[in-house]
């Protein structure tokens, strides 16, 4: 499984190691739990990728206060999770957590791109020093993303499991 945090220039993964052999098992189990749609794999990644989403959030709204600008926010509501493409030469999820491209006008009243913004604060440039949101953000909340992960998975299963009980109890 794999949390890929990108869209932004730069590009950070999260494995979870020791989890290959739980994805073997899903892949045996019933289409209600391994789904073309994620099934429970894909509302645990989520749920992770959210943690990690607050934390830049944060992260973002304080890099832009230690330069004492003004902000309307409209970049911090641009950050977003979403489903992104399976990973390269594999099987699995991925969640990004990004910033969605749609311009808006700043306290300035100027048009901008909200990508360029965002990676003008985590990368700097050569007039303005960087001020780093989306990757202290993964060093922050990671491990507790994982955590996050790893219990939702088990208890959506365990969930789905007694419901396919409950259903051939019947039968």
């Known amino acids: 499984m794999t949390l890929d945090l990108s869209k932004l220039a730069m590009k950070v993964e999260v494995k979870l190691q020791g989890m290959d052999g739980v994805l073997d098992t899903l892949q045996s189990l019933n289409p209600e739990i391994v789904s073309k749609r994620g099934g429970p794999v894909k509302l645990a990644l989520a749920k992770g990728a959210r943690v990690i989403r607050a934390q830049a959030a944060q992260n973002l709204r304080a ?3 230690v330069r004492g600008e003004r902000s309307t926010g409209n970049l911090e509501k641009r950050l977003i999770v979403s489903r992104g493409k399976k990973p390269f030469g594999g099987k699995g999820e991925r969640y990004l957590v990004r910033v969605r491209r749609r311009d808006y ?4 009243g100027v048009k901008t791109n909200p990508l360029m913004t965002a990676n003008l604060l985590e990368y700097g440039s050569s007039h303005q020093p960087a001020t780093p949101w989306l990757r202290p953000a993964v060093g922050q909340k990671g491990a507790e993303a994982i955590k996050v992960i790893t ?3 088990k208890r959506r299963i365990d969930q789905t499991v007694r419901k396919l009980a ?3 109890r019947g039968k």
């Open 63 to 65: 890099s832009i206060a």
């Open 105 to 108: 006008t700043n306290a300035l």
């Open 151 to 153: 219990t939702d998975l």
């Open 166 to 168: 409950q259903q051939n």
